[in-house]
């Protein structure tokens, strides 16, 4: 395929595409569209080189319609069916309104190219006049595009606009990504899959950009993003060579590596937690042998990561908790208002409703930020009686 290029005071400029891929799919659902530029020698220019020298002369507007019409044009000669263009645009194209004057309808009727396959781009903290952020999106979506908002999660986020807005997608910036591989136990990592979860709950499907390791891309797998983008699975090229990359053993590979990974990690908390659900058993054998709950309780209170003991009543309301060794120790210096639970509440916890659900079955709840210590721990349950009138817990320091 002979690429289509433009000319823009000496520069020549380029298209590349670099594929969007669904996880679930292990395919290609879309390429984003990107600008190369070299000079009358040649020479490669960063595309913010020439961004800055159109900003100079007041080229602007010039630029960023020759970059979209030279993409949409590079994109229609040689993408599938059925795959998006994502596209960017200035934030001055939006600031200004220059997208009413018709431009970009016109380069997709003339490439052929349909606006349901165009995802539009926009900077989710550059445009800080919501009003003409908001009447963007409305314009972009009347025409039937998509809309995605990028480098969510930088300094100006703001997810109050996310619930507003409800864009058709989220691209995560690169940052978030790196910062949960650095820290594989920080809590970073553990809020990146609740981050996903309420972007869902907005309406909005995930994009994880920048991915550059497998270890990246295990991370976005276990985030349960929707796409992924960066070089790990492919570089921007000029050529859309679909059939490669809808073919990435890369995409099998690492689905494998996860289930493996989830596996093994999944035994290991089973093993972890082992000693501490036997000994949580036992306790609760005792109490229903008429043992007072302090006694019952004496060995699993014992145990080094046991932080509380305590039971509620049908209603969720705690009747008695016995401290644990480690928490005395560890409990955070300024945690005092919140360690005493005498007459708390805990119906609310999903822990308590999964054991007023199935009685007698043990119940292990997902690691969570304590409101009782401010340390993340583990909640075992049981609810006992017929019909339960009280459930057993025990929280684990994890």
């Given amino acids: 395929m002979n ?25 290609s659902v879309g390429f984003e569209s990107l600008l190369r530029s070299t000079d009358a020698d040649n020479h490669a220019h960063a595309p913010v080189d020439v961004m800055r020298e159109a900003a100079e002369h007041g080229d602007i507007r010039l630029l960023d319609t020759l970059c979209q019409s030279l993409h949409i044009r590079n994109f229609s000669a ?11 645009l200035d934030p001055s194209t939006i600031a200004d309104r220059w997208y ?39 314009y972009f979506r009347s025409i039937g595009a998509l809309v995605a908002l990028d480098d969510f999660g930088t300094g100006h986020s703001n997810f109050d606009r996310i619930w507003r807005l409800a864009p ?5 910036d690169r940052s978030l990504i790196v910062e949960a591989e650095q820290h594989r136990t920080g809590r970073l990592r553990q ?27 295990l991370l976005a797998m276990d985030a349960d993003v929707d796409f992924v983008q960066g070089f790990y699975f492919a570089r921007p090229s ?14 099998s590979d690492i689905t494998r590596h996860f289930e493996t990974t989830a596996t093994i990690e999944e035994r290991i908390e089973a093993d972890r937690i082992a000693p501490y659900a036997a000994a949580f058993r036992d306790a609760v054998e005792r109490i229903g042998r008429g043992e007072a ?5 004496r060995q699993l209170m014992t145990m080094p990561r046991a932080a509380r003991f305590y039971i509620l009543n049908e209603r969720g309301e705690q009747t008695m908790h016995v401290v644990g060794r480690s928490l005395r120790t560890r409990r955070i210096l300024h945690a005092g208002p ?29 690691p969570y930020l304590s409101s009782t210590g401010a340390y993340m721990c583990v909640t075992l349950s049981i609810a006992r009686g017929n019909p339960p009138t009280q459930v057993v817990c025990c929280d684990i320091d994890w």
């Fill in 168 to 172: 058709d997608i989220i691209k995560l």
């Fill in 100 to 138: 009413h004057d018709g431009t970009l309808t016109r380069a997709l009727r003339e490439a052929g190219v349909p606006p349901q396959r165009l995802v539009i781009e926009i900077v989710e903290g550059a445009i800080d006049d919501e009003p003409q952020l908001f009447a963007a999106v409305d």
């Fill in 293 to 297: 709950p302090h006694a019952a309780a």
């Fill in 238 to 251: 000029r050529e859309i060579d679909h059939l490669r990359i809808d073919g990435l053993p890369i995409l």
């Fill in 78 to 88: 040689q993408a599938p069916e059925e795959r998006w263009l994502f596209l960017n």
């Fill in 338 to 366: 919140i360690t005493d639970t005498s007459g708390g509440t805990w119906y609310r916890r999903q822990y308590f409703r999964a054991a007023m659900a199935e009685p007698h079955r043990l119940q292990t709840s997902r």
């Fill in 3 to 27: 690429a289509i290029t433009e000319q823009y005071n000496g520069y020549q400029l380029h298209s590349v595409f670099q594929p969007i891929l669904s996880l679930c799919h292990r395919r």
């Fill in 191 to 217: 809020m990146l899959p609740n981050l996903v979860s309420l972007i869902h709950e907005a309406g909005s499907l995930v994009l994880a950009e920048g991915i550059e390791t497998r270890e990246q891309a």
